[in-house]
């Protein structure tokens, strides 16, 4: 059960993992509730407890790092934000382990996608195309 603010920052830093206005992603489900799912559905309750405790180290990294809301950044202030928490000495194992899964959950949905499927795989959904003449 997350908090609405956390809920929202979650999906701002996924946001900026995978920007939605440079790709275009036609799918039932948006790249938060498509993580949350997976998270909740796919991994073990000590990682989901991990991620929380990271999701809090993170929380609290924002408010001792920057003077503005984390939303309120600018673009490169954000992506100097995130690379310190996901690889900064300084961070938590939960803190990074949460950066990583928001990343490789991000990274899934987008995989998973039929455009990535089917503009960089050149992928074919079943039945595929139908060749009624062809030479054995």
Same mark, same amino acid.
């Given at each position: 059960?997350?908090?609405?603010?956390?809920?929202?920052?979650?999906?701002?830093?996924?946001?900026?993992?995978? *920007?939605?206005?440079?790709?275009?992603?036609?799918? *039932?489900?948006?790249?938060?509730?498509? $993580?949350?799912?997976?998270?909740?559905?796919?991994?073990?309750?000590?990682?989901?407890?991990?991620?929380? &405790?990271?999701?809090?180290?993170?929380?609290?990294?924002?408010?001792?790092? #920057?003077? #503005?809301?984390?939303?309120?950044?600018? *673009?490169?202030?954000?992506?100097?934000?995130?690379?310190?928490? $996901?690889?900064?000495?300084?961070?938590?194992?939960?803190?990074?382990?949460?950066?990583?899964?928001? #990343?490789?959950?991000?990274?899934?949905?987008?995989?998973?996608?039929?455009?990535?499927?089917?503009?960089?795989?050149?992928?074919?959904?079943? *039945?595929?195309?139908?060749?009624?003449? &062809?030479?054995?």
């Amino acid at each position: 059960p997350l908090e609405k603010e956390q809920y929202k920052l979650i999906r701002l830093l996924q946001n900026i993992i995978l *920007p939605k206005k440079e790709i275009q992603i036609k799918s *039932p489900e948006t790249v938060l509730d498509f $993580s949350l799912s997976f998270l909740n559905d796919c991994y073990k309750k000590e990682d989901i407890q991990e991620y929380l &405790a990271g999701l809090a180290d993170f929380q609290l990294f924002l408010t001792e790092k #920057k003077e #503005k809301p984390f939303k309120e950044l600018e *673009p490169t202030e954000q992506l100097e934000v995130i690379t310190t928490a $996901s690889e900064g000495e300084e961070s938590s194992d939960a803190l990074k382990y949460f950066m990583g899964t928001n #990343k490789e959950l991000a990274v899934k949905y987008f995989t998973q996608s039929e455009y990535f499927l089917t503009t960089h795989l050149e992928f074919e959904f079943v *039945p595929g195309r139908y060749i009624g003449c &062809a030479t054995v």
